[in-house]
């Protein structure tokens, strides 16, 4: 329950304590600066509290954007102010400080004299400016055309509840509800239709965690449809996943019409997308094999593994890049290559093209799932992979020219982040003395080459003492990467070229191994490393750290599991590798699952909800 204090006797004919109520506040009226005080002091200390001028005439979902938002501590809008329980004593000596300013009388500490509200014009306003001027973020939505004001005589109340009445709040609300910043086919084929699912969710009072858990069991149907190897699945396959992705679209929609956003939410959000997709490649490489069709039986786990590890090793540049271009106050990049692109995104035609070049989850689904329903699994990963590597070509090269012409220094808080997005383990931590002397500017460089080098030997050797030694050699060069900071232009480029390294030696090594089995133990571990990987970034996302160093030493880093994979493929027999494989991917799944959810549960972190561009 949260508390809304009105300052001063409600307007008659007013609508404002029934449009509270309905907001789930409970509603008290304060005569004076000193009842607020207190009822203010009064209330729980893990309880919201509002302060709303009772000649406030608004939208209400107005006052739903202002007052509810559990993603932001302190929150104004014309007329109200809102502190949750972090925000709340900063709350209280802002009203002491706003009724001693007026009375100049204090008394220990506390001011003696009556302050009738007349004497305090605008008191949410005034508190929202003394919150921020000691350094409290106050998050000020932005309006557009819905309606927030306090009038002052009946005949601007008159005007402005002409003005509420002239608005659909609700027809806003919905708009709003859609991603402002989505791809074409999300656009234009999901969007229009989806945003109605999710007002019949709310109106029923479902939840977004329950709706990301439906899409979720929606896609592992299509994966199981997928796995029988049959036309019809195939079929049932492709519209499921459609299906599962509408429901991946709601779950967002419905968290921003309803502003139920929640830590929870965000984690389920974020990590349920890569399941899915992933868990679907399996389906497919499960259903290849048993297809009796044209080109049946086919294995084409491969593919599926390196259509995991590259849209993984995507996913990796996007994070990575805007991590070290962003500063510690969010601002953007600023070299000449970013104002080109913004310029063009605002070319209408251009804005879309763009969208569409990259491959968002949007069209990468639509594609997966039409090329299920009419073709077979080794199509649709060969375009998938043909697809994704151009995508990625686009973005990757379009963030070198961005970064080589970018003059801004790279924040601490940027440093930070592409050292956790490493992933360095125990062997690093040990070298790392040993390689300091590296010059700075050259970590891409010696990543790419140790990477290259390791991936290059699995590819020749195979299992042999040759890779295992290629191995020993990327330990030391991905600790030399980063022995210094990660300060350079391109030293984003480091986490992306690790994953890449280790991914591509699995999936080498299980590949050469042409034992029945590898190669889906191989696609086990891939997955069980990439979500401790897309752990961490959303980690980093949501202001809550890194996972403790403990998961990542246990779990060996990626310079010793890399080396731990190569040694195990040179001393084991085929058969025996393939077992090692599968055990180490439980293990690792097993303790970073342990820890995620333990995190993720605990609510560790801020209430976050992704807007970035799509996945």
């Known amino acids: 329950m949260s508390t809304a204090i009105l300052t001063g006797q409600p ?67 014309p007329g109200a102010v809102t502190a949750r329980p972090a925000a709340r004593q900063a709350l209280a000596r802002a009203l002491a400080g706003a009724r001693a300013a007026t009375t100049g009388a204090a008394d220990n500490g506390g001011v003696t004299a009556t302050v009738v509200l007349e004497d305090l014009p605008d008191l949410p306003g005034r508190l929202a400016a003394a919150l921020e001027a000691e350094d409290t973020a106050v998050h000020r939505p932005e309006l557009g055309s819905l309606v927030a004001t306090v009038p002052t005589d009946p005949q601007a109340r008159n005007e402005a509840r002409q003005a ?43 939840t977004p965690n329950q709706v990301t858990t439906a899409s979720l069991l929606t896609a592992l149907i299509a994966a199981g449809c997928a796995a029988t190897g049959t036309r019809a699945g195939f079929v049932a396959a492709g519209v499921l996943l459609i299906a599962s992705f509408v429901l991946d679209c709601t779950d967002g929609q419905l968290a921003r019409y309803s502003l139920q956003y929640s830590t929870l939410g965000a984690w389920l959000d974020a990590t349920f997308d890569r399941a899915k997709e992933y868990a679907y490649y ?38 990575a890049f805007n991590e070290a271009n962003v500063g510690e106050s969010g601002a953007a990049n600023s070299s000449p290559t970013a104002g080109l692109s913004g310029k063009l995104d605002r070319v209408g035609w251009t804005v879309w093209l763009r969208r569409m070049i990259v491959l968002p989850i949007g069209e990468r689904w639509a594609m997966i799932a039409v090329l299920t329903a009419l073709t077979t699994p080794r199509v ?169 160093r403990r998961l990542v030493r246990a779990i060996g880093g990626h310079e010793g599991r890399t080396l731990l994979v190569a040694v195990l493929a040179a001393a084991l027999t085929a058969t025996a590798f393939q077992v090692a494989l599968t055990v180490l991917a439980v293990a690792v799944a097993l303790v970073v699952l342990a820890e995620s959810i333990r995190f993720w549960v605990s609510a560790g972190a801020p209430a976050v909800h992704d807007e970035g561009e799509p996945a």
């Open 282 to 319: 399996a389906g497919l490489a499960l259903g290849a094999a048993r297809y009796a069709g044209p080109g049946g039986h086919d294995d084409v786990w491969a593919l599926a593994l390196g259509a995991m590890v590259l849209q993984t090793c995507r996913h990796v540049v996007d994070f």
């Open 11 to 77: 307007v008659p004919g007013s609508s404002l304590e029934g449009d509270l109520r309905s907001l789930g506040f409970e509603v008290r009226i304060a005569s004076d600066v000193g009842d607020v005080e207190a009822l203010l002091t009064a209330l729980p200390a893990d309880r919201r509290v509002a302060l709303v001028d009772a000649r406030f005439v608004g939208h209400l979902h107005a006052l739903r954007l202002g007052l509810t938002d559990p993603r932001f501590d302190a929150a104004a809008l």
């Open 380 to 548: 649709t990963f060969v375009v998938l992979l043909i697809g994704c590597a151009l995508a990625a070509l686009y973005t990757t090269s379009g963030r070198v020219l961005r970064s080589l012409t970018n003059k801004a220094p790279r924040s601490d808080r940027a440093t930070r982040a592409l050292a956790d997005l490493a992933d360095a383990g125990p062997l690093t931590e040990a070298l790392t003395r040993a390689v300091r002397r590296v010059p700075g500017g050259a970590a891409p460089f010696l990543a790419v080459l140790g990477g290259a080098l390791v991936v290059l030997a699995a590819a020749l050797w195979g299992a042999s003492w040759a890779t295992a030694a290629a191995a020993a050699v990327y330990v030391l060069t991905s600790s030399a990467a980063v022995a210094r900071p990660l300060t350079g232009a391109l030293d984003w480029l480091v986490p992306p070229f690790f994953r890449a390294a280790e991914y591509g030696t699995i999936l080498v090594l299980a590949a050469r191994s042409e034992v029945n089995g590898a190669l889906p133990a191989a696609f086990g571990l891939v997955a069980a490393v990439a979500y401790h990987h897309y752990d961490t970034v959303y980690r980093i996302r949501g202001n809550a750290g890194a996972p403790p």
């Open 164 to 206: 509420v009445a002239a608005v659909d709040d609700e027809a806003i609300r919905l708009k709003s509800a859609v991603k402002s910043r989505d791809g074409f086919f999300t656009t234009h084929f999901i969007s229009p239709y989806s945003r109605y699912l999710a007002r019949w969710c709310a109106r029923r009072g479902l």
